[in-house]
């Protein structure tokens, strides 16, 4: 943030402990935080209150109302904090960027990184109409205009860090592809309220957001700005906040502000073009990094460009870089990247540090491919000579990346391969195989998880010798032997009970294990997982699409057949219009969606003691057990509400498709 003061009045209420600051201004407005449910029949109850608005992420409130209801409200066990709602304030700062070529962002753009695709909110006094800049969208939170265009110029330079894109002035930001969006909080002085900010946060968790930059703050603790980020950092977005200035530069220290002072928030202190920490920033134990923020010229007002200082122009320094990281990584959730990027700092102490943290950010420069995963394979075909023709499939999340892929066979290195497959000719015996990605500037990724086959050799029997006394017995068909080979993972053996089942579906390509080589039998089995499962079973041709439910967007992975699913009549969401795709299936949930997927028919025959008419898919279930694809507990209960494990919806999926697998 730029050097900015502060007026408030905050009340900290928790477990019954009560803190009061120092009254800086007076104000008739309040931040409730309740324990579990807003108390609506309280609030009501009081004679002088008003009720301005409530959160969507946390059980809050803010009102308006007198000292005499206040002292009435700390007496309720159900409220957690009550804070005045503070005025965050931004002032204009000192007056170049020189920033860009001090964290070699340039080998980052050469390596293809710009942010393209990476969604960043930038929350602040909002961004202005520039030739430099492209505005995606926002939102104005303030009360006194509905655009979301800057009218301060705080946000505008912030923006300009993260986002400017006019090579023909050499105006680049750090990230100058990204989708950038203006979330005005603050107004045309630089202050703004703190149910504002909360609320612009709030927006931006709704909106997808990948980066939140934060270059504002308060010395005073909020248990509602903390619920906020530490929600939007469940969400997988990096929060990237200010650590704050001093009012003046002093030596006697400054602590850390918040939000930067949360776990959930990445905070940045700013040094000089010498690696120095300023005079004017803040330190802290939560420094996480340090970035320019002395001099940094950037986007103005009015078409303009302008230098500032303060660590608001180093926290948007970090913003961008975590952008670069996010285009480059896109597999990784964001407390791995912000793990990559502490280990990848360059550090300006020989360990963490109050005032640098883990040193200078750094951007992504040579991108470090992960494995190949989910290694399997099959016999396609077998010779005359016991020779087989064995093909081998895998999958790689930054395939975008990869210019090839080495195949080893028993630790050899055999092939080069463009492709996620690869066949070749194997003699009876037994195989490892490991797959590894290389990058298009020759850096080989780790190798693949090992993947053991065994090509087995005919067993070469003697023709009997018919006795003419006893009649041959007429030939019987033969079972088709299931499956074709045993798909291995190291927790899942021929002696797990639900081996067979498991080994099945991996060799038909519908589950797969992990990275480590485990299949974690005991697992719960996720609502979009299992989804997901069905439509690799009965082969949809589907790509990742928009879905109707607010809890699954078109990112998410299985989001496509999903929507198909929904198209179909297969599945539907819940009343508040969620589907859930994280939340564990249960067993009434399963056999109501593999009946309808499979169409299995229904039976409205009672078998289970636990299932009614009421219970969920209960036509579904008694068909299921007729079928004899489910058996349920003791013959008698099938427990409609257990949660399903990997290893237990192996079994019955694995049923649904072959019949020789039914009990």
């Known amino acids: 943030m730029t050097l900015f003061m502060k007026r408030f009045f905050v009340v900290f209420v928790f477990l019954f402990f009560l803190q ?32 301005l608005e409530e959160f969507s992420f946390f ?119 990204v989708d950038l969006y ?8 630089g202050n703004g309220r703190l149910n504002d900010t909360i609320r612009g946060i709030e927006w931006a968790i709704k909106e997808n957001m990948d980066i939140i930059n934060l270059s504002l703050g308060t010395s005073t603790p909020s248990s509602a700005l903390k619920s906020v980020v530490d929600y939007a950092y469940e969400q997988d977005i990096i929060v990237v906040a200010a650590a704050g200035n001093k009012s003046q530069n002093t030596a006697t220290p400054m602590p850390v502000e918040y939000p930067a002072k949360y776990g959930s928030v990445v905070a940045v202190s700013a040094v000089d073009n010498r690696n120095r920490i300023t005079s004017f920033s803040a330190t802290g134990p939560e420094i996480e990094f340090s970035a320019p923020g002395v001099s940094i010229n950037s986007t103005h007002l009015n078409n303009r460009f302008a230098s500032l200082s303060g660590t608001s122009m180093a926290t948007p320094f970090v913003a961008g870089v975590f952008a670069l990281y996010r285009e480059a990584y896109p597999h990784l959730n964001a407390k791995e990247i912000r793990k990559l990027a502490q280990r990848d700092a360059y550090p300006l102490t020989s360990s963490r540090d109050e005032r640098y943290g883990y040193g200078l950010i750094q951007p992504p ?41 080495q195949v080893y066979r028993n630790a050899q290195w055999i092939t080069t391969v463009h492709d996620l497959h690869f066949e070749e000719t194997l003699t009876p015996g037994d195989y490892v195989y490991n797959v590894t990605a290389v990058s298009k500037d020759g850096t080989e990724s780790k190798k693949s998880s090992p993947l053991s086959v065994h090509i087995p050799k005919k067993e070469v029997k003697p023709e009997p010798v018919p006795e003419p006394s006893i009649p041959e017995p007429e030939p ?187 009990e």
């Open 20 to 51: 009061v600051s120092n009254v800086f201004a007076s104000s008739d407005e309040y931040i409730l935080l309740f324990q579990d449910d807003i108390d609506y029949e309280k609030l009501e109850s009081l004679e002088s209150i008003e009720i």
């Open 59 to 177: 059980p809050g409130v803010v009102i308006v109302t007198d000292d005499r209801s206040i002292e009435t409200i700390r007496s309720w066990p159900t409220v957690l904090s009550i804070e005045e709602n503070q005025e965050l304030i931004v002032e204009s700062s000192t007056y170049a960027n020189w920033g860009i070529s001090h964290l070699s962002i340039p080998s980052s753009w050469d390596l293809g990184y710009s942010g393209k695709g990476v969604k960043v909110a930038v929350v602040d006094s909002g961004i202005a109409p520039h030739p430099a800049l492209t505005i995606q969208g926002g939102v104005s939170m303030v009360n006194y205009t509905t655009s979301y265009f800057d009218d301060n110029g705080h946000g505008t330079h912030s923006a300009g860090i993260i986002a400017a894109n006019q090579a023909s002035t050499n105006h680049l930001g750090v990230a100058h592809n």
């Open 476 to 662: 019987q068909p033969e079972p088709e032997p299931l499956p074709v080979e045993w798909i291995h993972f190291s927790d899942v053996d021929e002696s797990f009970w639900a081996g067979p089942h498991i080994s099945y579906l991996a060799s038909q390509r519908i589950v797969s294990g992990y990275d480590d080589g485990s299949f974690k039998p005991s697992a719960p089995v996720r609502r979009g997982q299992a989804v997901a499962m069905i439509a690799r079973a009965l082969k949809w041709d589907t790509t990742q699409a928009e879905t109707n439910f607010s809890d699954v967007n078109k990112e998410y992975f299985a989001s496509g057949d999903i929507a198909y699913a929904v198209e179909l009549g297969i599945i539907s969401g819940f009343p508040d219009g969620t589907f859930k795709p994280n939340a564990p299936i249960t067993r009434a949930q399963m056999a109501a969606i593999l009946g309808k997927a499979f169409a299995l028919g229904t039976d409205s025959a009672i078998i289970f003691e636990d299932v009614t008419t009421s219970t969920t898919g209960y036509r579904e279930i008694n068909q299921l057990a007729k079928l004899g694809i489910v058996t349920g507990y003791d013959g008698r209960f099938y427990q409609p509400s257990q949660t399903l494990t990997r290893a237990q919806f192996s079994v019955i999926l694995s049923r649904v498709l072959n019949e020789d697998l039914r």
């Open 182 to 189: 203006s979330v005005k909080t603050l107004d045309s002085s």
């Open 365 to 405: 420069t040579k991108v470090e491919l992960s494995a190949p995963r989910s290694l399997r394979g099959s016999i396609v075909s077998t010779n005359s000579d016991d020779s087989a023709l064995y093909s081998l499939q895998w999958s790689h999340q930054q395939a975008d990346r990869v210019d090839a892929y």
